[in-house]
Nanobody
Framework: QVRLVESGGGSVQAGGSLRLSCEASGYSVRNYCMGWFRQAPGKEREGVATIVIDDTGTYADSVKDRFTISRDNAKNTLYLQMNSLKPEDTAMYYC??????????????????????WGQGTQVTVSS
């Protein structure tokens, strides 16, 4: 019933920007904690950013001041704006949502095990 579909990935030169989108169906992005994760070859999946219901974002240290998580409730879509991209940002990026209800100002830690719904991922490749 729940479907998350990412888009917006691609190849970009270092220093460039990309905007990832995650369109949701059977799931309201307005009512749940959501996040972006990434996984590079040979690496474990890691949390990139999460967003609470009041739209406050929390970020991994590696992407702070470069990435911005947001959502458009009318479009039921989650976004990740990525600026000043670096080669080490190269990974498959996934959007995810929490199954249970959380408070307006609280989300679980950005660990994969805390998120029940996942998209198929979109590849981001940053060349030097």
């Amino acid at each position: 019933q729940v479907r998350l579909v990412e888009s917006g990935g691609g190849s970009v030169q270092a220093g460039g920007s990309l905007r990832l989108s995650c369109e949701a169906s059977g799931y309201s992005v307005r009512n749940y904690c959501m996040g972006w994760f990434r996984q590079a070859p040979g690496k474990e999946r890691e949390g990139v950013a999460t967003i609470v219901i009041d739209d406050t974002g929390t970020y991994a240290d590696s992407v702070k001041d470069r990435f911005t998580i947001s959502r458009d409730n009318a479009k039921n879509t989650l976004y990740l704006q990525m600026n000043s991209l670096k080669p080490e940002d190269t990974a498959m990026y996934y959007c995810a949502g929490v199954k249970g209800a959380w408070g307006r100002y609280t989300c679980p830690p950005a660990a994969p095990g805390n998120f029940a719904y996942w998209g198929q991922g979109t590849q981001v490749t940053v060349s030097s």
